[in-house]
């Protein structure tokens, strides 16, 4: 596969971004987890409408509940 050649501005950008998303990944999976500890052992569809997620972000959920319970972020994928 071909690298492209990105320029310093474009760099910056993109680790802008990757940031941006660890940030709001710590953040859902602390909302998730406290909603978690309030209400556990429910099935991830009322953890999914608790959250205020349409059913496109059901995969995202259960990546971060996986890791609310330690199996890693793509358990629930393989």
């Not at 556990?40 to 953890?47: D, E, I, N, S, V």
């Not at 409408?49 to 059901?58: D, G, H, R, V």
Request: charged share 30%; proline share 3%.
């Amino acid at each position: 596969m071909k690298r492209i050649k990105l320029t310093s501005r474009e760099n910056r950008i993109l680790i802008m971004v990757r940031i941006y998303k660890a940030r709001y990944d710590v953040s859902e999976i602390t909302k998730l987890q406290a909603i978690m500890l309030k209400n556990p052992g429910l099935l991830a569809k009322k953890y999914r409408k608790l959250m205020e997620y349409p059913n496109t972000l059901a995969r995202m959920l259960l990546g971060y509940k996986d890791e609310v319970e330690g199996k890693g972020r793509n358990f629930s994928l393989v």
